[in-house]
Every structure is written in C-alpha cells, then in structure tokens.
C-alpha cells in the first residue's frame, strides 16, 4: 500500500471542499431566510443540537412533529449536499415532508436518504425542547409537565426559555415549579453569583421531595458556603422525607386496615352468633373477586357502553353469590357441627380446599385480570404524600359499608334477631325467634360481606384461587383483638393490625412482620382473652 502524496491529499480537500461548499451556501442562505428546520440537516452534532433548541422556540407548527420523529429515529436528510436539502419523516404510511407535513413518494432510503443520528448532546437538547413546547401550552396541566420536565434534566440551556417562561405564566403552581426548575438549572450551570446560588439551594430546599435532594447531592467542588447551604438544605430535605414516610406508612396501613376490616366484619358476626369457625370464610372473599371478574366479563360482552361502572354492578353480584353460598353450606354442613369447634374447623379447612380446586377447575389456577375503572386509577399528591385513588376508594368503601351493617343490626328485623341469639341464644328461642333461620341468615350476611370484600381485593391484589389464604389468617386476629362480635372492636382492631404491619415491614420484611404480629397477638391473648371490646350479656348462656 502507497502513501497518499501531498499533492494527492491536496486534490481530495478540494474534491470534498467542491462538494460541501453548496451546503454551506444552502445552509446559509436557508437560515437567512429564516427557516428553522434546516440545522437538523447538518452531520455536525452541535449544529443539530442548536437547532432543535431554536425550533422548539421558533413557534413554528410542525416543531413537535419533527423533534419527536428525531427523537424516534424517524427523521431523514438528503445524503448528498445541496441547496435547502430537503427533511422527512418516515410513518408507517409512508414519507411525508418534515416542513409540511404532506405526504410525499417514497424516495429511495438506501440512495438518496440517510437517518438524522443522535448523540447524547442532541438527546438532552430534545428534552429540554419537548419541555419548551409544553411551556406555552394554553393547558395548565401541560405548561406543569413541561415545567416539571425541565426540573428533572436541570439543563442549563434551557434557562433563558424558563426565564421566558416565568414572564408570561400566570399560574402560580406552574410559576413555583418553573422556579424550582430555575434554581435546579442554574445550580448545574456554575454560573451566578453566591447568593444566587445560595438561594437557589433554599429554593430546591423548600421543594423537598427525593429529586430535589438526589440533584443538590451530585452538586461538589463548590465554594464554602454553598457547600454549607447543600448540606442544611439535604438535611431539612431528609427530615420532611422522613415525616412524609411516617404519614404514608399511615396511609397505607389504614388501607391495609380497610381492607381487614372488610374481610374480617362478616367473620365477627358469625363467630359471634354461631361460635363457627370458618376457615372456608377467606374462600368467600376469594369467590366475590371471581364474581368480579365474571361481571367483567359480561358487561364487556353485552353492554360494552357501561365498562366503566362494571364494578358497581359487581358488588351486588358478589354479595348474593358469596351469600347464597354461604347459606347453602351452613344448612348443608355448619348446622349439624354446632357444639363441636374441633370439628367445625376441620370441616370447613376442608371445604375450603374443595372451593379452591373448583375456581381452578372451572377458571384456570393462573391469576384473572379484573381491570380498574378510570375513575379508580392514578394518584393524589399532597405535598411529598403520593395517596393512591384506588386505596382512596377502597377506604371509602369500607366505611359505607360498615355503616351499612351496622345500621342493619342496629335498627333491621334481621339485626335485632342476630343482636339477640348473639346475646342469649337461649332466650331468643323462648321468645319466638327462629335460631336454625337466623344461624342460616347470619352465615349468609357474613359471607356476602365476605364477598364484598372480595371486589374490593380485586382492585389491589391478584384474583386467583388462592387470594383468600392470604387473609384469613389476619382476619381472625382483627376479630380476637377486637372482640367476637363487636363491629366497634372489629374496626379498631383491623386498623391496629394493618398499622402495625405496616410500620414493622420496612424494618424486619414482610415474614418477620407477620411473626411478631402473631407473638403480640399470644401476648394479648393472656392479658384480654375477650378481646378490647368484649360483648356484654354471653355469659347468660352458660
């Protein structure tokens, strides 16, 4: 192989001078004309970066089209120089013109075309870019996610947009955050005087939130007292943080807490009238998130118009359902046990397993999907507390619920028997009422609660045969603390049990948790053996 002679190399600048020399008059002439599109064309990545910036800015309509086709890998140049080289963007359809947006004949890719390539100064130029078209959206939500958008990659390019920004927006959510995403791009920049950058570590402070904290972290090899200010902001930043864990810990234990209770208040009832335990009383939950899914699936089938609300529909579904059933089993099984606990939970440990192998028998032992409505899904924001709409709702449930079945037993026909045979079985049958009915329609009332519980569960947790193993256990212990038969007791004690798990988890993990939930529970056992809010009046029986 021969070196290329001085001469040589001499003819091959000129040749490629030749070529480029249109190029650059077309790019020229292109940008004093004004159009904003034709620095995306050039093969230098800075050029192409600057470019995106000013399009973003440029107002132009067609800017989000064609900055999303170049983020997407969707964005085409002419492969030879030219005068105004021409832009597209490859759909599924076809090529249209990047400029216009009009659908052109597919020109040869391998010939004529090549792919606009993207580096990582150009990708960070797209993000602040797809931040400015948001900037000036007529929508509040979307000026926000811009805002928040331009928060997150902190680019300090990106500061004379929010500055622009800041004048025009007159909303004073999206003016804070348009601040914070400032402050954020201005302690990235090292540029600004100290106090500058002082009072954007305070304004970042004031945020408080885990990407507040993580961006004044990375910030080193500042000057003293910046490095001060850092380090009192992460400190305020971490003890907020701390304070916003406990509250959401709260939260979700009070979920956890509704949950139980919805599981666990049918359970009361019939412990207490019928000294039954039930240990097929988690396949009635298990049955009402069947039922669920089954109601699902028809609404989907025939009235497509009202998949929204085909959760309401399913509650009363799976109360009757699980209720039926549960009649049917105690005038099947439970009523020829009474007197004999041994044997009642050994029986219905069995019946439990016969309820679980028949959903597998019938829907598969793989989890169901049950889809949550819109108006269930997302989440709420106060402050650094995410709540979640579904836990929101379920806790709503679970009040009206209770309310509800306390209403029943307070004021009902049906709840003045059960109030009775609960207090002095004995009693109740001199005065008429019918026991045998009553045990039938109070192991009913219990498992259609069951089943209740069962469309609320499907919402946060998967439908399958086994679901209601998974809360039977912690159900009996809301019940035991809370006192058998007390409604009162039974909310205490599903919120006790689902605060403190919640709070023991994150330190000794889910196992252990449920370990030393039990001890405490022995422990209380030996100290109220009646629970904290015993029932008055049992003792009449004996």
């Known amino acids: 192989m021969t070196r290329k002679s001085g001469g040589g190399r001499f003819l091959w600048g000129a040749f490629a001078a030749a070529l480029l020399l249109p190029l650059a008059a077309g790019l020229g002439a292109a940008h004093a004309a004004?159009?904003?599109?034709l620095p995306l064309a050039a093969t230098n990545f800075d050029i192409e970066a600057q470019g995106v910036e000013a399009l973003a800015t440029s107002g132009n309509p067609r800017a989000a089209a064609v900055i999303g086709a170049l983020r997407d890998g969707n964005l085409f140049a002419w492969k030879w120089p030219r005068p105004n080289p021409p832009l597209y963007i490859r759909t599924t359809k076809g090529f249209v013109d990047a400029r216009t947006g009009m659908a052109v004949a597919n020109p040869p890719v391998s010939v004529n075309l090549r792919r606009v390539i993207v580096n990582d100064s150009v990708r960070a130029a797209i993000e602040t870019a797809e931040g400015a078209l948001g900037l000036f959206a007529k929508a509040t939500a979307d000026r926000r996610k811009a805002a928040e958008a331009l928060f997150q990659s902190a680019n300090p390019g990106a500061l004379p947009l929010i500055r622009r920004a800041l004048k025009a927006e007159t909303d004073a959510g999206v003016a804070r955050v348009l601040r914070?995403?400032?402050?954020?791009?201005?302690?990235?920049?090292?540029?600004?005087?100290?106090?500058?950058?002082?009072?954007?570590?305070?304004?970042?402070?004031?945020?408080?939130?885990l990407s507040a904290r993580n961006l004044l972290a990375s910030l080193h090899n500042q000057k003293p007292a910046i490095t001060a200010a850092i380090a009192t902001a992460i400190h305020a930043i971490d003890y907020r943080l701390k304070l916003w864990g406990l509250l959401e810990n709260v939260y979700y234990g009070i979920s956890l807490g509704a949950v139980l209770l919805l599981a666990a208040a049918g359970l009361a009832i019939t412990f207490g009238v019928m000294d039954v335990i039930n240990?097929?009383?988690?396949?009635?939950v298990m049955i009402g998130a069947y039922t669920t899914f089954v109601v699902q699936q028809l609404i989907a089938a025939s009235l497509p118009a009202l998949n929204g609300f085909g959760l309401l529909f399913a509650v009363p579904a799976a109360f009757l359902v699980a209720g039926g059933i549960g009649v049917v089993v105690e005038r099947t099984l439970i009523r020829f046990l009474y007197g004999r606990p041994l044997e009642t939970l050994l029986a219905t440990w069995g019946l439990s397993l016969i309820l679980q192998q028949a959903v597998r028998s019938i829907f598969g032992a793989?989890?169901?999907d049950v889809t949550s409505p819109a108006w269930m899904s997302g989440s709420l924001q106060l402050g650094g507390l995410v709540l979640t709409i579904n836990r929101l709702w379920i806790i709503l449930f679970a009040v009206l619920v209770l309310g509800a079945l306390m209403a029943t037993l307070r004021w009902g026909g049906l709840g003045r028997s059960i109030r009775a045979v609960m207090q002095n079985r004995s009693m109740a049958a001199v005065m008429g009422i019918r026991t045998p009915w009553i045990d039938a329609l109070t192991f009913g009332l219990g498992s259609g609660i069951a089943g209740i519980a069962g469309v609320a569960l499907?919402?946060?947790?998967?439908?399958?045969?086994?679901?209601?193993?998974?809360?039977?256990?912690?159900?009996?212990?809301?019940v035991v603390v809370g006192g058998v038969g007390n409604l009162w007791g039974t909310l205490f004690g599903a919120m006790l049990v689902g605060i403190v798990d919640k709070f023991v988890e994150p330190f000794e993990g889910a196992v252990l948790a449920k370990i030393l939930v039990l001890a405490f529970l022995i422990l209380f056992i030996q100290r109220r053996p009646q629970g904290l809010f015993p029932l008055k009046g049992?003792?009449?029986?004996?």
């Not at 240990?279 to 009635?284: F, K, P, Y």
């Open 180 to 209: 914070e995403a400032e402050a954020a791009a201005l302690l990235k920049s090292n540029s600004g005087s100290d106090r500058a950058r002082i009072a954007a570590v305070k304004r970042l402070a004031e945020r408080s939130d």
């Open 366 to 368: 793989t989890n169901q």
């Open 34 to 37: 004004g159009d904003p599109f």
């Open 279 to 284: 240990m097929a009383h988690g396949e009635m």
């Open 458 to 478: 499907s919402q946060i947790d998967n439908v399958s045969p086994n679901l209601g193993q998974n809360y039977i256990v912690d159900s009996f212990i809301v």
């Open 538 to 542: 049992r003792a009449a029986e004996a």
